[in-house]
């Protein structure tokens, strides 16, 4: 079946550090491929999507581009903030309808001051 | 955000006994959902709902059975809760041709 592999956490940076997280799927067909977000406390929200082969998904200075060839959507970001930390999860929609999402286990994110 | 409102919000409980979790949208979404996360496994499905009166399994069902008796309300229940069972439940929504979930805040619960 189709899943998705993260780095694991967690990762501790420096504010305004470059940030990378990988993730790599493995999928039947063409999924979407999306990056949520967790805050303390607080449920997942949607941080950047992409459908397609080469599209980079983009919001708040995070980005991650879909690469067919290596079957990877790595997160980026270029300098990160302490208001980054987080949880981050890596996530595919496998388009057989119904929206159901495989997720990544996740990779916890530190920044310090 | 997303009018989703998941209770109780915390919850313990023994094992063995009857546990219903509550999931309720105010966006007039026709798929929910109901996730559980777990330390090194990310989120899995336990069950989805097309609508009324339509659901499924997902891949970690066992144990758990849920109702959508309203479009707005999506109900689990553990109908012997173990201690396995322990872990924070979310619920989520979507429209149909629109990929994106949003998530409500979650239930933590505890199984002793």
């Known amino acids: 079946g189709d899943s998705v592999t993260q780095m694991e956490g967690p990762v501790t940076l420096s504010e305004e550090a470059f940030l990378t997280i990988n993730c790599t799927y493995t999928a039947t067909g063409y999924p979407s491929l999306f990056w949520y977000v967790q805050y303390p406390g607080e449920g997942l929200q949607l941080l950047l999507k992409a459908t397609k082969a080469d599209d980079k998904g983009s919001n708040k200075g995070f980005e991650a581009t879909y690469r067919k060839e290596t079957t990877s959507f790595h997160l980026e970001k270029g300098s990160v903030q302490v208001s980054d930390s987080a949880v981050y999860f890596c996530a595919l929609s496998d388009r057989r309808g119904g929206n159901k999402l495989t997720f990544g286990t996740g990779t916890q994110l530190k920044v310090e001051l | 955000d997303a009018g989703i409102t998941q209770s109780p919000r915390h919850k313990v409980t023994e094992t063995g006994t009857p546990v219903t979790l509550r999931c309720h949208q105010t966006e007039n979404h026709r798929y929910m959902y109901w996730y559980r996360q777990d330390p090194g496994h990310g989120l899995r499905l336990i069950h989805y709902?097309?609508?009324?009166?339509?659901?499924d399994k997902g891949e970690v069902s066992d144990g758990y059975s849920v109702s959508r008796s309203k479009t707005e309300d999506f109900l689990l229940t553990l109908e012997s809760a173990t201690s396995s069972q322990t872990s924070v439940y979310f619920c989520?929504?979507?429209?149909?041709?629109?990929?994106?979930?949003?998530f409500g805040s979650g239930t933590q619960l505890s199984v002793l």
């Open positions: 989520a929504i979507s429209a149909p041709r629109d990929e994106k979930l949003f």
């Open positions: 709902s097309y609508g009324v009166k339509d659901t």
